[in-house]
């Protein structure tokens, strides 16, 4: 509730831009931070909503090992991707931010320097895990082990994704370097610590003592630490990729991930606005962190600890961390290509972002481990979205339409019966119950509600029976008035269902007030609830669907692509798909070398790229040849986010004849290689000093 504060702050745990995202962090997180903030904005409250990419840590590095590029490569195409994800699912952030910025750059370290210059950093020199052939130290991720508490035998140096257990190279069993599957050995290096142990009787305090309220996943977690007591941890890493340690004998040194990343919450709402300090130092602010229970030990007892050393921030107000979303039956595993891929399923399901919304949020795993079935998801969408929700609108539009006119039709108060006033009373009790359920973080309970209010819609409709009453107007006139009254509450039901589940259904929400001829205005909280929202006598327009039928034969495909992708994975990593069994294409027809001399190919830069409109395929290419600036019209847009391909360079066919694309001159041609999954690829021209040099 809101009684103490005068905003609100809401964060999304950072991604790592270290590969897509799969809808097990959308249920994790996102979509239950997105309900939350829409929620809010719709009582007209101060929400600012705050995200962005993790763009550093050991994830990058070795993503970037493995693909045989740089670690900003990886960070740049993946932070776009994921932007892009989040963006055509509805999330709605205030801001979408990365870490390698250089506010977050700045605020990280001087963060940092301000608990140094405190002196509260234990510095150690301390034995820790070398790769004698890789000529490194390895931080945690770079060690791979047996769990001593579960056993997988793929456990890291820091944490085992298969249990959830907190670790350290130490604890693991038969540990290995993962860049040269050696075994590591101990070396001495310096390293700062941050004091865990002095904070314990505070936290005790703050999180055992004052908030009891919190989930009991959260808080169980969070006693479960406090009481095993708590240890100094490093807040630094040897590395090369990261934030620089702000300290003139820490050469080689980096900010530790968990250090830097929940700063980053920070440094992203100081580029979204200059009040910053508003949200982040005034009590009256109230902070919430949306995250998985992987990382709840780090928004609840860490960075809570930082806040609380440094001093002048405020606290989280609440950490509602979901638990994991396993895919039929299995956990997610992204190195076995078990998972559901934002970007995919866009792909797969256009027009249905609504959908897959509304199940993961239906089935959110709230309290425990819940599992994504695609039958389940089937179900839900055709049993509940189309045949409850849907239907009931869809009906209440064309019976409107038939019987009265296509307008609101009036109320008669002199025949009203039993079943009206409940209806009223129902219509008021939804908007009650869905908004305790979304204050309290309960969403999934107040998706309940929306979609039992509509099912008490149908259950009146169909008691009141209009199409049966309309049979016999001719000889009794008053029946026109029990159609009314009939009609007139379902179209103030619909009204009220657009606002109830507009925080989880936005687009759906949308089509909803298009076919009410109402502006959006209507979608604010205070709103819901009544039963006068469309006023008499407004012409409304044709019904539309709001969801389509999903068919067996999408779900079978998606099943099969997902035990495919799974176990080409496997097969790919036991390496028994040989180079020489990928698919080739055919040479194109022979040509003598006059053919070839005719081309022009120059090295030019990209300084400008633009989405051509209405052309899913293209962008508005400005290249710097060096000589002049050409403007060339390329079909890469589904593989590449305008942003991030600026100032990259490209061989271009200099001298090719112009020609017009969707009304612009495209004066060339650049040229690009495609990888095995069809992913186009920039031709790196390392070798080439400057634009304008030939290619030949």
């Known amino acids: 509730m809101m009684e103490n504060y005068k905003r609100i702050l809401v964060t999304a745990a950072l991604p790592y831009a270290n590969g897509p995202i799969h809808i097990g962090h959308l249920a994790g997180c996102y979509i239950p931070a997105d309900i939350y903030v829409r929620y809010q904005r719709a009582q007209k409250r101060d929400v600012k909503f705050i995200g962005g990419s993790d763009e550093h840590g050991v994830p990058i590095t070795i993503r970037a090992m493995k693909e045989g590029v740089t670690p900003q490569d990886i960070v740049d195409k993946y932070h776009a991707q994921i932007k892009d994800s989040f963006e055509k699912m509805g999330i709605s952030f205030d801001i979408y931010s990365r870490t390698s910025n250089a506010i977050h750059h700045q605020t990280a370290a001087a963060f940092f320097k301000v608990l140094y210059d405190k002196g509260l950093f234990e510095e150690r020199e301390s034995e820790q895990y070398y790769d004698a052939e890789a000529n490194m130290f390895l931080a945690d991720r770079y060690i791979t082990g047996t769990c001593p508490v579960c056993g997988n035998p793929g456990a890291y140096g820091d944490q085992c994704e298969k249990c959830g257990s907190s670790l350290s190279p130490e604890q693991l069993i038969d540990p290995r370097s993962t860049l040269s599957n050696a075994i590591p050995e101990k070396k001495t290096t310096k390293h700062w610590y941050f004091p865990l142990q002095n904070y314990e009787a505070w936290l005790k305090q703050w999180i055992l003592e004052g908030h009891k309220e919190w989930k009991n996943n959260v808080y169980g977690q969070c006693k479960s630490w406090l009481d095993n007591g708590l240890h100094p941890r490093a807040m630094t890493r040897d590395s090369n990729w990261g934030i620089r340690v702000p300290l003139p004998d820490a050469e080689g040194k980096v900010l530790y ?76 595993s992204t190195s076995r290509n078990w998972a559901v891929w934002v970007h995919e399923y866009i792909q797969d399901f256009p027009g249905c972002e609504d959908v897959m919304r509304y199940v993961l949020c239906a089935n959110a795993p709230e309290a425990k481990d819940n599992d994504f079935t695609w039958k389940d998801f089937q179900d839900r969408n055709n049993s509940e979205l189309v045949a409850i929700f849907g239907n009931f609108v869809n009906r209440t539009f ?46 999934r309970d107040a998706v309940f509600e929306v979609i039992d ?187 590449f986010q305008p942003e991030s391909i600026l100032n990259k360079q490209v061989v271009v066919v200099a001298n090719l004849a112009p020609r017009k694309m969707r009304g612009i001159e495209s004066n060339g041609m650049i040229l690009m290689a495609e990888d095995a999954s069809g992913q186009l690829v920039f031709i790196n021209p390392d070798s080439f000093t400057g634009n304008g040099s030939t290619v030949s």
């Open 453 to 639: 209010l509509a099912r008490k819609g149908n259950k009146y409709m169909q008691e009141k029976e209009p199409w049966i009453v309309a049979k016999s107007l001719n000889a009794n006139r008053e029946n026109q008035k029990l159609i009314d009254n009939c009609l007139h509450l379902c179209l103030q039901l619909t009204a009220n269902l657009s606002i109830l589940i507009n925080p989880v259904l936005p687009n759906t929400s949308r089509k909803m007030l298009h076919m009410m001829k109402v502006v959006e205005r209507m979608l604010d909280w205070e709103n819901a609830g009544r039963a006068d929202l469309l006023k008499v006598g407004y012409s409304l327009r044709a019904p539309e669907l709001l969801f389509r039928k999903i068919e067996d034969a999408e779900i079978a495909a998606q099943i099969e692509k997902l035990h495919a992708g799974g176990q080409e994975q496997v097969k790919q990593q036991a390496g028994l798909i040989e180079e020489t069994e990928k698919t080739v294409l055919p040479l194109k027809p022979e040509i003598v070398y006059d053919d070839f001399a005719k081309l022009d190919m120059r090295i030019g830069t990209i300084v400008s790229a633009e989405k051509v409109a209405k052309a899913d395929k293209l962008l508005k290419l400005e290249i710097d040849l060096g000589f002049e600036k050409r403007t060339i019209v390329s079909g890469i847009a589904q593989h």
């Open 398 to 443: 064309v019976l409107m339409h038939k019987l009265c006119n296509g307008k609101v039709p009036p109320f008669h108060n002199d025949i009203i019966d039993e079943a009206d006033k409940m209806l009223i009373a129902e219509i008021h009790a939804a908007k009650e119950k869905t908004e305790q359920a979304l204050e309290t973080y309960h969403f």
């Open 257 to 332: 991930v968990w250090f830097d990343a929940p700063i980053g919450y920070i440094s992203a709402t100081k580029e979204l606005t200059e009040h910053w300090a508003d949200y982040w130092c005034s009590e009256d602010t109230k902070l919430v962190h949306f995250i998985g229970k992987d990382n709840i030990v780090f928004h609840c007892i860490i960075f809570p600890a930082m806040l609380k050393a440094h001093g002048g921030f405020v606290l989280p107000d609440n950490v509602p961390a979901n638990e994991f979303l396993n895919i039929e039956g299995d956990k997610v």
